[in-house]
């Protein structure tokens, strides 16, 4: 069973690259997702225009990430565009994979 995404909340400081940014992949290429104070996802694009804009209250500021292993997209709450995908698929999808072998 895939997890449920808006129970997970990691520290935010962890997914901050040098440049002080909300990072869109940690090491391996793994996909992070954010939320906010009502668990609202967020992608890497807006968590980081949140913060810019708005270091004090903004609606959808970052409060805590995650990386999004397995699972459905998941789609970003602020701007409804950006689709996070997680690494490993959705294990609860009914599409096959079809392995072709040479002989």
Known sequence: ??????TT???LEQFRG?????IHNVDGGYPVYYLDGEDNVLCPDC???SEAENEAGHEYRPIAGDV???GPD???DQD???VIESAYGDP???EEEIYVYDT
Do not use: V
């Open 1 to 6: 069973m895939a997890q449920d995404y808006r």
């Open 9 to 11: 909340r990691w520290n």
């Open 18 to 22: 040098e440049d002080g940014k909300l």
């Open 47 to 49: 968590a980081n225009e």
């Open 68 to 70: 999004h292993y397995e």
């Open 74 to 76: 998941i789609l970003c």
């Open 80 to 82: 409804n565009a950006h």
């Open 92 to 94: 609860d999808s009914k």
